[in-house]
């Protein structure tokens, strides 16, 4: 059979596969899971991956030929497709979406536009405005970049210059393909092959005896190169860096080498070497309680295939981790061990590189794009068998996966909401699990309601590590009333005298500090005293918060940025007051409050830089840092020896937040922050600020009672049918003419309750943000029973039910998102 026909996923947010010829002559033998460039529609070009092979040419329609094949070897294997195509499935995406977050931007070619001058057209008949004849000007000499037109010209957007000139057939516009990824190339120095034997080397040395300099070069050439002791080391020789940090004189080592003496070329080096640090060989000392997690998490993957570790926090879950890692990777298998954080990856990347050495990979977004697909060919070519990384690392390419580990299993940071696919990582990865009958163990100290669930109900094994490594003592939690504290004015600013009592003490036993505010910013808004006028995005139906640092107002949302305000733009009033508070605030407040501390904020303002996460760690782990500020990333499973006092700001607010997993999080995130204080030999502290001490939730937390929390809670999501009873799709409609939204969300409610009825289907409403980027929301939350329903006859249903909405003539510009699972 001729084989002419291949069917192609393109980085698209478009249904199914294309269909493209290819000619057996130029591409004898193109395989599944290879890269092809392919043009799509009149101008564009894409990289897409092979699907499949076939000879079964297509009705209706003549395919296109492909551009290029990129690849000899596939770079996505079977297992990989077959796990696009569950995600798309499951989460209701296209799989062009999932390939398009799977592949590392460096793995997909791309084309730019270029403009060229129209050699058909006299430029001497066209009328030209000044913008128009300065790129002329420019296209003379060459082809132009329709990026650097704008710099050009010297404005933002020049597409409006384009588009006349286009108009005038006055220039071209086409495409040329590029490819992202280029390996890193050091230059290396080696010793001309003439020289490989005594005699000729010594003729060297006695030719340079009056130039000490060029003399000083080859004998420390010759340190670093053992010629005669290791003959084949002149190949590579050494690279130029090594040499110059020698001491010698660079200008002699470019004499010697325009002379031929010594020989420059260029090598391709990893960029991931050096990241981490040598294996220490002393290995992993599991305390008695530590081995008896172990072992009998190892019991119970005998008859299930996932595993919850509850351990509470300071139990050393990590070890076991590690022990089991350990075991896994000396009888030859591969694991991966997925952290909901990148700050959490980068201080367990230290404790990892202790026992692995540079023997794994790590795959998160702070990396370049060029690192990622560092990573990703490692893993592919069997170098890499453990890979640590944050969510997207389930897409890399594992041929041979004995076990997933996800650790902080609760976190909302798993689950992927913008864009497509909305996928969660721990059930994506219990799915990757079961395709290579490997094991899933989810570890946490406080787990999500279905995972414990699902444990309780025998889904999952469970397993329970109920000491803090060392017998050290939980943390002491307490209570700072601020309604007492504000009657009897003992509050300084947002610290209540509690609190700051207990920082000072800390302090001056010289311990350390964490204060977790889950707020960035320095205030949440501001508003005029004398109007009320509070200052709101230009885009979003949201306040903006102030960020002292910058002096500016920003939004969160959609980054939308202005100035900070001298004058109320409603009644022109200089009274203008911020509202609340964030980290910024906290920080300037403890500057003024305690001038002496050295103090460090560690939220997403403060970490956009690819090390500055680690930089915040280090000094803290090295008693640099006496407090430490910080928003949710604090509390994600850090391991700090110094510190004695957490601090809770804001409690009330996570508590109440209107959502049905508010008591959930807030329970997760308050626990998981104490669980930082007195990880050694002294008992910890941890004081909450509230209103009101005695709510349910804060006594459960005091007494860490994590299973009296789940048997209220999991009362109440029994009886109004939510997870993990229930399924939830939430359905989004956008647009940006608010009336169009919600027409279409009406219209589309109407559709599905003739199937599914009034109960399951709840809405449409408008969200609590109700615009963002300028885009109208309105949302259907569907409630689906587990038991007796036809999950992918119901996801075909209302797919095809939004294609119905689309095929009208009102609706064609709404967007339609659907959420599986949503959180």
Known sequence: MHLSFLEIILPLPLPGTFTYRFSSVLYPDPKVGARVIVQFGKRKIYTGIIADIHSDTPSGYDPKEIIDLVDSTPIVNQTQLNFFNWISQYYMCTIGEVMNAALPAGLKISSESYLSINPDIDLDDLDLGEKEEIVIRHLLSGDVKLNDVGPILDIKSPYNYVKKLKEKNAIQVFEQVKDKYSPKKETWIRLNEVYNNEDTLDQLSESLEGKSKQLEVLLAYLRLVPLFEYPSKNKEGVSKKQLLNEEISPSSLRTLTKNRFFEEWEKKVSRLDGILGSADTSGIDLSPAQNTAREEILKAFESKSTVLLHGITGSGKTEVYISLIKSILDNGGQVLYLLPEIALTTQIIKRLSKVFGDGFGVFHSRYSDNERVEVWQKVQNGEYNFVVGVRSAVFLPFDDLSLIIIDEEHEPSFKQHEPAPRY?????????????????????????????????????????????????????????????????????????????????????????????????????????????????????????????????????????????????????????????????????????????????????????????????????????????????????????????????FDADRIIHFPDFRSHERAYQLIHQVSGRAGRRANQGEVIIQTTDPDQPLLQRLRYQDYLGFYQNEILERQQFQYPPFNRIINITFKDVDKQVAGDAARFYSMEIRKHLGDARVNGPIEPLIGRIRNQYLFEIFIKIEKQGINLTALKEFLLNSRNILLSQRSYKSVRVIFDVDAI
């Open 424 to 648: 969660h990582a721990r059930d994506a990865s219990v799915y990757l699990a079961s395709m290579f009958h490997a094991k899933t163990l989810l570890g946490t100290a406080t787990p999500a309601l279905e995972t414990y669930h699902n444990a309780l109900e025998g889904k999952y094994g469970l397993v329970k590590l109920e000491e803090r490594y060392g017998q050290v003592s939980i943390p002491n939690i307490t209570f700072a009333n601020l309604l007492l504290e504000r009657k009897q004015n003992k509050m300084k600013g947002n610290f209540s005298r509690k609190l700051l009592d207990a920082i000072n003490n800390t302090l001056n036993r010289n311990k350390q500090v964490i204060l977790f505010q889950n707020r960035r910013g320095y205030a949440p808004y501001i508003t005029c005293h004398n109007c009320g006028y509070i200052p709101k995005c230009a885009q979003c139906d949201v306040s903006l918060t102030f960020h002292s640092f910058q002096n500016l107002l920003v939004c969160h949302y959609c980054g939308y940025k202005s100035e900070m305000l001298t004058e109320c733009a409603q009644c022109q009033s200089n009274d203008i007051k911020t509202m609340n508070f964030g980290t910024e605030k906290i920080e300037e407040e403890l500057e003024n409050l305690i001038p002496e501390a050295r103090i460090r904020r560690m939220d997403l303002d403060s970490t956009r830089s690819k090390y500055s996460y680690q930089k915040i760690i280090d000094e803290f782990e090295n008693g640099e840092i006496d407090i430490l500020v910080g928003t949710q990333m604090v509390s994600k499973g850090l391991d700090f020896a110094g510190v004695e006092l957490v601090g809770v």
